[in-house]
């Protein structure tokens, strides 16, 4: 409409342009007026024009609620999803807007549990145009605590599935979380999935929605569950499949006198073994035997062969090992550890004049722990020393531990008693 009134405009002025050509031509006096006259026509038409370039329009549309601000540990409900908004202003500015230039919002900030009845405050990024209706104009909320927690999911073998020789059934995820009313999550323990073979794919998987949502979920109780379907994988009896199994093997003999051995590791430490899916059901570990370690006494690496007993090929003939010839044993080795007591042990003073300082108990007993070639080493002597610290100490009356001093690494101490001691200057 508005390049129709343009455009006779145009025509007008053109039409206006001749006349005052003509009108030039007449009289002075009469010149002066028809020059007047088309000036004040002129700034009539112009004032008309912009007038209907910034023409006033209505338009309504519809925005989203936005529920902000609620507390942490709480969940809400709304009875409106969105609101019908009449807008009014210009025209031009009504054909731009969408609803990411208007927002609709409940504030439930400081709100706790319970149901209210709030404003929908709505705003536009547009200062030349004006919210003048909005359909509804409140909205009832309520609000609720909630909780959340982990469940496992189980299987339910309905139709032939009981029936069949199922070797394994794999779920991904095996366990969901479950988020909601406190009152409605607390009563669930476990969720399952309904499996029917008929509805595997030729690889044995299919994807199963959780079956037994409780009864007030179904009638619409508030809840959210990280994912409503599993994904199900099903590993029949007969099926040859490959898994890894653990080795397991058993040590023979004794190390040298006085040697230990204190760590112990096979490597590889598990092959992969190609088998029936009901192989699998029985052997859990794969043990290559006895590997003997007689007279060992210090850290050694052993070659062992990988083998099986002929009991085992005879009950397993069809199995197949992805396994090298040779695994590697690495045994290492440490002196044996001794345990030893020592009693009446003086207790030394630092940090003051011994002499002038008097302790509830001169002496206590330590017991140790270290090896035989340590203790020789010492001979006679004690391998360690106690003491009090009482640098700095000004009260005349105060008790203070007894610290221990090993005089060679590989002395560890096990108990000192008394623990403190009393000192009194």
């Known amino acids: 409409m508005f390049s ?32 007047v006259f088309s000036l004040l026509l002129s700034i009539a038409l112009w004032c008309f024009v912009s007038y209907d370039n910034q023409a006033r329009a209505v338009r309504t549309i519809s925005v989203p609620v936005q529920y902000i601000g609620l507390a942490r540990g709480l969940d809400k409900k709304g009875d409106t999803e969105a609101v019908q908004i009449k807008i009014q202003g210009n025209e031009k500015s009504l054909l731009k807007l969408s609803t990411e230039n208007v927002n609709a919002k409940v504030n ?75 009152d409605v999550i607390k009563a669930i323990n476990d969720l399952s999935v309904d499996l029917d073979t008929q509805k595997l794919d030729s690889s044995g998987n299919a994807t199963l929605p959780i ?6 979920f179904l009638e619409g109780a508030d809840y959210t569950l990280s994912q ?30 006085g040697i230990e051995i204190s760590r112990q590791v096979l490597f590889p430490s598990s092959v992969k073994v190609k088998a029936t899916a009901s192989f699998f059901d029985k052997v859990k570990r794969i043990n290559i035997g006895k590997i003997d370690i007689s007279g060992i006494e210090a850290t050694t690496v052993l070659e062992v062969p990988f083998a099986v007993s002929d009991d085992f090929k005879r009950l397993h003939p069809d199995v197949e090992f992805y396994a090298p010839s040779k695994l590697r044993l690495d045994i290492v080795c440490r002196e044996q550890l001794v345990k030893r007591l020592y ?30 070639s340590i203790l020789n080493s010492f001979k006679d002597e004690i391998p360690f020393e106690i003491f009090v610290d ?25 108990t000192i008693a008394p623990s403190a001691v009393t000192i009194e200057q």
């Open 4 to 35: 129709k009134i343009k455009t006779t405009l145009s025509i007008f002025f053109t039409f206006l342009a001749h006349w005052i050509r003509s009108a030039l031509r007449l009289p002075h006096k009469d010149n002066i007026k028809i020059l």
């Open 108 to 182: 439930l900030k400081g709100k706790s549990a319970g149901t209210y009845t709030l404003n929908i405050d709505v705003a536009t990024s547009y200062a030349d145009v004006k919210v003048v209706e909005v359909s509804p104009e409140q909205a009832e909320v309520s609000i609720f605590q909630v909780d959340k927690k982990i469940v496992p999911i189980k299987v339910n073998l309905i139709g032939q599935a009981e029936k069949q020789n199922i070797s394994e059934i794999v779920l991904t995820p095996s366990q969901i979380a479950i988020s909601g009313k406190k």
């Open 211 to 216: 079956s037994n949502l409780p009864k007030q």
């Open 228 to 257: 409503g379907n599993v994904a199900v994988h099903v590993v029949f009896g007969n099926e040859i499949i490959t898994k890894e199994l653990p080795l397991t093997y058993t040590l023979v003999g004794k190390p040298k006198a």
């Open 343 to 372: 009693k009446n042990i003086p207790i030394g003073i630092v940090g003051q004049d011994a002499t002038k300082i008097k302790l509830s108990s001169p002496v206590a007993s330590v017991a140790i722990v270290t090896t035989e």
């Open 390 to 414: 009482a640098t700095d100490v000004v009260q005349k009356r105060i008790t203070l531990p007894i610290s221990f001093k090993a005089k060679q690494n590989g002395v560890k101490l096990i």
